[in-house]
């Protein structure tokens, strides 16, 4: 039993002009996220900030930006396609979609290769891989367009991989809440397994998507909020959830010098300027072994 | 443009009673290896063995032994199966199912899941994954039969992805043939690009497959022959192609102290004893890197 943790991603944001993203109310929202086969659980709101807690992943709305982030055999890409047609082209500042390597790529019902296909067709793009293509990496299609992030738009993922069996079901014990203290929480418990939880505090987000399933354990991190001792947090979550290995991504606006440590070992790193404003910095590190690892017996 | 590099392969020994593999003959081994959707180019000989240079890798015969690799979208398990019919299980001694991870699973014909729910309907068998699921390992299957192998019955794989582009064509120096000299060897040239090469002497083997695509760029050694230096030999493929990782790959008579040095730092490797008599490491090396490297554009 399995379920495909790593995420497809869509961050964009439109322009002053015309209503507000979050004016276009939860039926609207509740259309998009329908169109990437997955459905709202849940919400919660501060005073600038929707955050809706789905069935795969998360959804964050501001009056200008959204982040939408998708598992499993989502179809994000339909979504992104639904709102650059309902909100107009023209009305986009930026647009950045991603797409983590999976790891059950035959059950995905797309692969990036097609997803940019799809993209293309609606708008002008470039399109990258951070990382080695036999390793872990992420995927980037940006919308070919000039824009200047302000200076503190900054975004951490870490996106971890073959969680410790024991630490997988830290998120029972309030472990994950305590990362970053002072946010409203919204979570949920999945059956049989599986946690999602959103946290906000006006503007500032972090999510945390645990995928527990011994074959294919996962968690990913994400974060705007950069106040709270990012090489800290990323410190305690190599310490609760002990990955075989992690990605480590930040975004930020170019000639920001903005550095995340992660104290396990690297094994490849890749920094890029996208045309869109934003630099990116890739990392992939794995937990250092003392001996070798016994073999993993596949029963029927 | 891409090609899947990356291996299946079988391995598997039968007993003296009933005729040789070998007086089966070449049509026989051109249909075994039309029923894994590859075909024969060519063919070299030694007293003692029949290599054949497939479209897809490999095939190394004896009178009581075979090793048959194959890359590509080829269907491995479906000439496992027809040999198994055709010769009987009773005949088999031992029989070993191995497949690396792919670059490009989507694209597979068959994932392991479906490869060892096929072999299961056909023989008795246990399966396991060397090396941690979301990162390089290897997949193994084997017939649950005891079996001793003999003292002597090593085999080294070397397996490399993410070659350097100029190393990509030093196929064409002869620098390949050097690396196990006084074997007689059979090569191909693919077009576009592409090259494969056995090496014979004896009952020893040596192989070679290049797959220089820019995308999913990868290089396989075997051998069964270590009376050459196995580690000067590893340290010459890393000279040489200058992958970006690489698998070490051991096969090895339960309690053999037998160790294979790479110099790349290592990421993680494991070991494991089969019932079969055979002992496996599996070690996933890396090349460091001094700074980070640039991202890697998609063009349409």
Chains 1, 2 share one sequence.
Not at 23 to 38: C, D, K, T
């Amino acid at each position: 039993m399995f379920f495909e943790g790593p995420e497809k991603k869509l961050e964009l944001a439109i322009s002053e002009k015309g209503p507000s993203l979050r004016w276009l109310g939860r039926p609207y929202w509740e259309s998009v996220v329908r169109r990437a086969r997955a459905e709202i659980l849940s919400s919660v709101a501060t005073a600038s900030m929707d955050a809706y807690l789905l069935s795969e992943s998360s959804l964050f709305v501001t009056d200008r930006w959204l982040t939408m982030i998708t598992c499993g055999k989502t179809d994000l890409v339909s979504a992104v396609l639904k709102l650059t047609d309902s909100l107009g082209l023209e009305r986009l500042r930026y647009l950045v979609y991603e797409r983590k390597n999976a790891h059950f790529q035959e059950y995905q019902p797309s692969n990036f290769t097609s997803d940019i296909e799809r993209l293309r067709q609606a708008m002008p793009g470039k399109a990258f891989r951070f990382g080695d293509g036999d390793d872990h990496h992420i995927f980037l299609f940006h919308l070919d367009r000039p824009y200047k992030p302000d200076p503190g738009d900054e975004t951490l993922e870490v996106l971890m991989h073959g969680i410790s069996p024991e630490a997988s079901r830290i998120y029972m014990t309030g472990a994950v809440h305590d990362l970053m203290p002072g946010f409203e929480v919204d979570e949920h418990i999945f059956q049989p397994m599986g946690y999602s939880m959103n946290g906000v505090r006006g503007s500032k987000y972090f999510t945390v998507h645990v995928t527990p399933q011994p074959i294919g354990s996962y968690v990913s991190f994400e974060t705007n909020c950069f106040d709270c001792g990012t090489d800290a947090i990323v410190a305690r979550l190599m310490e609760l959830f002990q990955p075989q290995s992690c990605d480590v991504v930040l975004f930020k606006p170019q000639g920001s010098s903005r550095q995340v440590l992660c104290a396990y070992p690297l094994k490849a790193s890749f920094a890029g300027t996208l045309s869109c404003g934003y630099e990116i910095l890739f990392s992939h590190h794995y937990k250092a072994q003392a001996a070798p690892k016994p073999a993993f017996e596949i029963t029927p």
